[in-house]
Each structure stands twice: as C-alpha cells, then as structure tokens.
C-alpha cells in the first residue's frame, strides 16, 4: 500500500516526508530510505502517475548536454575560449566549435569573441567529472551583438518559459521583442524601443518574484498591457 | 562577569529568568536576509543572534583543495568582536576554529556533496550577539541558509542545548547557566531521519540524566524544527494568493 503526502503545487522543505510505500517512485530532489520518500530541496510538490518530484525554487541546476546557455566570456587562449555560464564549472568554447577555419600561427581569437562578450551556446559535453564543452554552431547561436542581457534566478526559468512556451509567446507577442532564455537564468532581450525593452525587463522580473502563486501568465499579460497604456504605446 | 554564583533555580521552581526547565527562550527565525549570499539565514535564540551567509556550489579556490568526487565543504564561525561584553578579539581563537570544525562535520552529514564533485559550498557563521548556546543557534541557521540556496540535503538540523543547573536539567542554557551550571550538552539532529549530527557534553551527567536530557532536547529540537519549516516557508507566503 503506498501513501503520497503532499498535494501538488505544495511546497516542501528538505526533510519532509512526501510519500510511504515500495512502489511510490521518487522523481527530481528526491531521495529514499527504505520505503520512505523525503524531499531534499525547498520547492514546490508535483505530483504525476504516481511519481512524486519536487520543482525547486532556490538554486541553480548543474548544466546539461543540449541546454541552450547565454554565456560572458571571460577568457580567451590560444584555440580557446573561457565562458563563464553561472555554474560551478567554468565553460571552454574551442575555435573549432565557432570558426570554419582557424590557424592559431596568423590569426588572433580575440577578432572574433573578446573577454566581455556575451555569447548564445549550446552545451555538447558535459559529465560533472570535466567542465563543460559548448558550441556556437546552430541556428541561432553566437556572439551576441545588440540589445541587452539581464541575470534571473535560474530556478525560475521553467517559469518565464511557461508550458509549452506560453508565457514567452505571451512577452513576445505582446511586446513584439526577441527574447532568449537561457537555461542558465540569463535573457537576451532585443527590442524595438527602449520604453518596450523596460517594460519586458519589469515584466520577467515579476514573473521572477511570484514563480510560485497560480494564475501567473494572466496577471503577465494585463501587466504588460496596463504599462503599455500608461507609457502611450 | 560578576563572579558571584546568582540563583539559578528560584524557589518557585523557575529558572533565573522566569523560564520553566522545559522551556525555550523566544526564537526568531528568518531567511533570505541576505542579498549578496546564494543562501542566508537568522536565528535568535533569546539573547543569542547569529547570522548565516551560503555561497556555492562554486569553484574551489585555491584550486589544490578541490575534491574529484564530492563538493569540499568550509565553514567559519566566527563571534563578531562587539558580540561579548568584553571585547572579544576578532582573531578566531582555538574555541572558534574547533566550533568550525563541529559545525561544518553536522553540516556534511546533511548535504548531498557527492552531487556537486570538484565544488565548494562556502558558510559563514557570525556570532552578533552571545548568550549562550551560539553552536546550536549557528547550527540551525547554518542549516536554514544552506535549504535557501537550494542546495540539496538530506534534512534541516535543530539543535539546542541542554543543561544541569543546581541539580535540575533545563532546556536551552543560557550564559549564566552555562557559567555556574554543571553541564552543558548541544545536541543537533535531522529530526526526520531520527538522526543525531552533532552531541557534546560539557560537565558531568548520570546515565539516567543524559537519558532524560535528550528527552528534553528531543522536545526542544521538535519546537524548533516546526519554526524552521515555518520561516521557509513564509519567505514564499509575502505574496497574497489573489493579486
């Protein structure tokens, strides 16, 4: 017989018992004692078929292979770049990963991608036990050369993303910007005027601080139109 | 410090400042207090205040201390030099680094470290106000800020203290307690897990008063668990469900 203790959406603490029984299958920050399931993080209960993980709501995860990061670059060696991703490990971009060809005899990295540069990279290698490789190949990748980059708390990206994109179609769409979310709490924001760019920055920042009350993308959407009005756009 | 030993168990069978011997001093609690720190906490217990600063998972420097398979854990406690009525010199003294050392083994029996190799998780315990019980009130704000930044670990740790004062044993000591008492026994656990992390015992206790000393300090350590939780979870409750 196995019993879940908590709803979801309830928040947990590192500690709390969040179910009893053999076949209760602990997900994310989770761990077990013998039949005991207990939460490691603080963060909010979710509950699915029977799996019960925890959405955490401090901290920041370690980086994984395939997540789309905006890096600062705050190095640059001989056939390499050193990218600070806001994880534990520092991030090395090869010139192979960014240029078609490169001869470390005539040519200088630096033309290219300077210290203080931010970057848009995926990660291609990553296993805890070596830092972290990125690339700079792909669609929509590379230096980042226009609009501005703002710093979140990167346990709240999942938010400002939304369900399937809802809450960044709902920024986009209503403020006509480009946005990128990295999955390192970093936002490129491009936008068309300066009072919009303000208005999107204000607009993520209270998705940021209210992560975890319901009903978060409607309350979005009447902010950005109620501020819109109000700076006359 | 008057050297005279003041009545420490009065004749109503309260102890010098009016508490019962099974009471705790008023205990505040609070985290995110700090906004530079990846995680911060602050405990009052009674006269006792200790704030707590967490920084990491992050690079270790220097880099030869790092280790491959599991994150390095450093902790400092530190009493601030007005935190005494003496001045107390800001050098961490023999008593500081060994209280480091206490703290910081509670510490990793509660953090996943083996999840983050080749980081550190940096705590900051400073003392800004002891009366007594600065271990156990550091030990649980430590814990407190450490569950703020996210860091995943097994359970928060409640710790108090309990003492033997004029023949009574009585919760949560404070200085003059500890001072003209005849014990002194911190006691920090994972309540949860049912788990002891941390247990010293200053002075003299009879079998059958330590086992009745850690029935009290289970008793306090249970209260204080309560406040824990609650203080994080008030963090997330400053916004009202309906704006």
């Given at each position: 017989m196995s019993k879940i203790h908590v709803a979801n959406r309830q928040i947990v603490r590192p500690g709390d018992l969040l179910a009893e029984g053999e076949d209760v299958k602990g997900g994310d920050y989770t761990y077990r004692v013998g039949d005991r399931v207990y939460a490691s993080v603080l963060g909010l209960a979710s509950v699915d078929n029977g799996v019960v993980s925890i959405i955490p709501l401090e901290g920041s995860p370690l980086p994984r292979e395939g997540d789309i990061v905006i890096g600062l670059v705050t190095g640059v060696g001989i056939t390499n770049w050193v990218v600070d991703i806001r994880a534990p490990y520092k991030a090395i971009l090869n010139a192979s990963e960014a240029l078609e060809s490169f001869n470390p005899i005539t040519d200088d990295l630096r033309k290219y991608i300077d210290v203080g540069d931010y970057i848009i990279a995926k990660i291609i290698v990553f296993d805890r036990t070596r830092n972290p490789m990125l690339t700079v190949k792909g669609k929509g990748l590379g230096k980042i050369t226009e609009g501005i980059v703002i710093d979140i708390k990167p346990s709240r990206v999942p938010r400002v993303i939304g369900k399937k994109k809802t809450m960044l179609n709902v920024l986009i769409e209503t403020t006509g910007c480009s946005i990128v979310v990295g999955q390192n709490g970093r936002v490129w924001i491009r936008c068309p005027n300066k009072q919009l760019e303000d208005i999107v920055v204000r607009a993520i920042h209270k998705i940021e601080e209210e992560a975890h009350i319901p009903g978060l993308t409607d309350r979005v959407k009447k902010f950005i139109e109620e501020e819109k009005k109000r700076a006359g756009l | 410090m008057s050297s005279e030993k003041p009545v420490l168990i009065r004749e109503d069978g309260?102890?010098?400042?009016?508490?019962?011997?099974d009471q705790l001093r008023p205990i505040r609690m609070e985290v995110g207090?700090?906004?530079?720190?990846d995680g911060s906490a602050i405990v009052e217990y009674g006269g006792t205040k200790v704030i707590v600063a967490v920084y990491g998972p992050r690079e270790v420097h220097p880099k030869h201390l790092t280790l491959p398979d599991r994150a390095l854990i450093r902790c400092r406690y530190h009493m601030a030099p007005f935190s005494t009525i003496d001045r107390k010199s800001p050098v961490p003294s023999r008593r500081e680094i060994e209280l480091s050392k206490v703290i910081r083994e509670a510490l990793e029996a509660t953090i996943f470290t083996e999840l983050y190799p080749r980081t550190t998780i940096d705590v900051f315990i400073e003392v800004l106000q002891a009366d007594g019980g600065t271990r156990t009130a550091g030990l649980t704000a430590a814990s407190l800020a450490v569950a703020d930044a996210g860091i995943p670990m097994r359970d928060l740790v409640a710790a108090v203290a309990v003492g033997k004062v004029d023949g009574v044993l009585v919760l949560d000591i404070d200085e003059v307690e500890d001072e003209f008492g005849e014990a002194d026994m911190p006691i920090a656990m994972m309540p949860s897990l049912n788990q002891v992390v941390l247990l010293q015992l200053n002075g003299v206790l009879s079998r059958d008063e330590f086992k009745k000393a850690i029935e009290l300090a289970r008793k306090g350590i249970d209260e204080i668990y309560r406040l824990e939780k609650e203080a994080l979870t008030k963090k997330y409750l400053k916004y009202p469900e309906t704006v």
């Amino acid at each position: 017989m196995s019993k879940i203790h908590v709803a979801n959406r309830q928040i947990v603490r590192p500690g709390d018992l969040l179910a009893e029984g053999e076949d209760v299958k602990g997900g994310d920050y989770t761990y077990r004692v013998g039949d005991r399931v207990y939460a490691s993080v603080l963060g909010l209960a979710s509950v699915d078929n029977g799996v019960v993980s925890i959405i955490p709501l401090e901290g920041s995860p370690l980086p994984r292979e395939g997540d789309i990061v905006i890096g600062l670059v705050t190095g640059v060696g001989i056939t390499n770049w050193v990218v600070d991703i806001r994880a534990p490990y520092k991030a090395i971009l090869n010139a192979s990963e960014a240029l078609e060809s490169f001869n470390p005899i005539t040519d200088d990295l630096r033309k290219y991608i300077d210290v203080g540069d931010y970057i848009i990279a995926k990660i291609i290698v990553f296993d805890r036990t070596r830092n972290p490789m990125l690339t700079v190949k792909g669609k929509g990748l590379g230096k980042i050369t226009e609009g501005i980059v703002i710093d979140i708390k990167p346990s709240r990206v999942p938010r400002v993303i939304g369900k399937k994109k809802t809450m960044l179609n709902v920024l986009i769409e209503t403020t006509g910007c480009s946005i990128v979310v990295g999955q390192n709490g970093r936002v490129w924001i491009r936008c068309p005027n300066k009072q919009l760019e303000d208005i999107v920055v204000r607009a993520i920042h209270k998705i940021e601080e209210e992560a975890h009350i319901p009903g978060l993308t409607d309350r979005v959407k009447k902010f950005i139109e109620e501020e819109k009005k109000r700076a006359g756009l | 410090m008057s050297s005279e030993k003041p009545v420490l168990i009065r004749e109503d069978g309260l102890r010098h400042d009016g508490r019962k011997p099974d009471q705790l001093r008023p205990i505040r609690m609070e985290v995110g207090v700090l906004s530079n720190a990846d995680g911060s906490a602050i405990v009052e217990y009674g006269g006792t205040k200790v704030i707590v600063a967490v920084y990491g998972p992050r690079e270790v420097h220097p880099k030869h201390l790092t280790l491959p398979d599991r994150a390095l854990i450093r902790c400092r406690y530190h009493m601030a030099p007005f935190s005494t009525i003496d001045r107390k010199s800001p050098v961490p003294s023999r008593r500081e680094i060994e209280l480091s050392k206490v703290i910081r083994e509670a510490l990793e029996a509660t953090i996943f470290t083996e999840l983050y190799p080749r980081t550190t998780i940096d705590v900051f315990i400073e003392v800004l106000q002891a009366d007594g019980g600065t271990r156990t009130a550091g030990l649980t704000a430590a814990s407190l800020a450490v569950a703020d930044a996210g860091i995943p670990m097994r359970d928060l740790v409640a710790a108090v203290a309990v003492g033997k004062v004029d023949g009574v044993l009585v919760l949560d000591i404070d200085e003059v307690e500890d001072e003209f008492g005849e014990a002194d026994m911190p006691i920090a656990m994972m309540p949860s897990l049912n788990q002891v992390v941390l247990l010293q015992l200053n002075g003299v206790l009879s079998r059958d008063e330590f086992k009745k000393a850690i029935e009290l300090a289970r008793k306090g350590i249970d209260e204080i668990y309560r406040l824990e939780k609650e203080a994080l979870t008030k963090k997330y409750l400053k916004y009202p469900e309906t704006v």
